[in-house]
Nanobody
Framework: QAQLVESGGGSVQAGGSLRLSCASSTRTLRYYIVSWFRQVPGQERELVATISRDGGLTRYADSMKGRFTISRHNGKNTVSLQMNALRPEDTAIYYC????????????WGQGTQVSVGL
């Protein structure tokens, strides 16, 4: 059973927007560093964005800078990924993952949500 649950995926046209959400009923996300990853079948998984426990630090892959925004809502135990100016190459399955400070690997993962961007 996945520890995290993603929602908000769907199909949009190029230039459109989607907002993904990551929630957990078993983990208190404010205790963890949370990241969004994406993966196209047959390709390697790619890190999209990362947010620190208090939300004060964020980091993005170069191709997402200025288009995507990661944020956390600790009162709701969720982490969001706002995606604007979507491109067809953003089509992928998007996963959220959480890890403790100091860990290299992410211990907790969701099952993913599909994002499809058409021309």
């Amino acid at each position: 059973q996945a520890q995290l649950v993603e929602s908000g995926g769907g199909s949009v046209q190029a230039g459109g927007s989607l907002r993904l959400s990551c929630a957990s009923s078993t983990r208190t996300l404010r205790y963890y560093i949370v990241s969004w990853f994406r993966q196209v079948p047959g390709q390697e998984r790619e890190l999209v964005a990362t947010i620190s426990r208090d939300g004060g630090l964020t980091r993005y892959a170069d191709s997402m800078k200025g288009r995507f925004t990661i944020s956390r809502h600790n009162g709701k135990n969720t982490v969001s990924l706002q995606m604007n100016a979507l491109r067809p190459e953003d089509t992928a399955i998007y996963y959220c993952a959480a890890k403790e400070v100091g860990d290299v690997d992410y211990q907790y993962w969701g099952q993913g949500t599909q994002v499809s961007v058409g021309l």
